[in-house]
């Protein structure tokens, strides 16, 4: 099968989740606005910066943005199971498609709400009155690792809605990724935890990702350095899930 044909079917795939933005506005919606209720929560209500130099707000932000491309898996992983439950992957695989192509298709279109959902982010986070102060490069580049950790994330969700097979199941393994979103340094700094606690948060893939962000961004917070760990760390989920999504896929119904 040749790569044009198999970019065809991707597409092909890519535009059915997007049509399902069209009947389905509310989720959509509420996809949205849940990130910026949670940043106007700790902005205003909850954060207060402990050990944090200069405003809480531009420490924030980033981590916040960060958090965002965990939260939200749970959307793609539901859609996985119904499509399962529903045997549309099953009809889809007795087609001439290249293997896989439901997956990236619906890969593609969670990513597209994803690159939509950090524009308003940013957008909410300039109205606080957080700014980037590194460049329009360095900005640019803080948003493309956030987009890898959330691409390399999406493809454990794949796998596991994969795995669990069954909608409800994945609401008890959405649960999971509360511990991992909050077990960072997305609202406050490790040294303001005990020792074993921010010796942990420095371990998450997440933490990295926020420090190089924090650092392209040019708020506090940011470390030089951690931008190779901010790639690293998703290349090697994805390096682990991505086979282990499609081959998953491609055992069903065997």
């Not at 909410?124 to 329009?136: K, L, S």
């Not at 190779?228 to 290349?235: D, E, G, I, M, S």
Request: hydrophobic letters at 55%; a neutral charge; aromatic letters at 10%.
């Amino acid at each position: 099968m040749s790569a044009t044909h198999v970019a065809g079917d991707c597409w092909t795939m890519t535009r059915r989740e997007l049509a399902h933005w069209a009947r389905q506005p509310v989720q959509v919606l509420v996809g949205l606005v849940f990130p910026v209720m949670m940043l106007l929560m700790f902005g205003y209500l909850v954060g207060g910066g402990r050990t944090v130099d200069g405003a809480y707000v531009d420490y924030l932000v980033p981590g916040m943005l960060t958090l965002t491309m965990v939260f939200g898996l749970e959307g793609t992983m539901t859609a996985v199971t119904r499509d399962l439950d529903k045997g549309v992957i099953d009809r889809f695989r007795s087609l001439p498609m290249a293997d896989g192509a439901v997956l990236v298709g619906r890969a593609a279109a969670d990513m597209l709400q994803s690159a939509v959902g950090l524009l308003v982010m940013v957008g909410v986070g300039y109205a606080m009155g957080w700014r980037a102060d590194g460049g329009a490069a360095a900005a640019l580049g803080a948003l493309g690792l956030l987009l890898l950790l959330r691409f390399a994330m999406l493809w454990i969700g794949i796998f596991l809605a994969l795995v669990a097979g069954k909608a409800e199941l994945v609401q008890a393994v959405q649960i999971l990724v509360w511990p991992v979103g909050f077990l960072s340094n997305a609202f406050a700094s490790p040294d303001s935890m005990p020792g074993w606690l921010g010796t942990v948060v420095e371990w998450n893939p997440m933490s990295a990702t926020a420090t190089a962000v924090r650092d392209l961004f040019g708020g506090p917070g940011g470390e030089p350095g951690h931008v190779a760990a901010a790639v690293l760390w998703p290349l090697a989920l994805l390096v682990v899930f991505f086979p282990l999504a499609v081959r998953r896929f491609g055992r069903l119904g065997r």
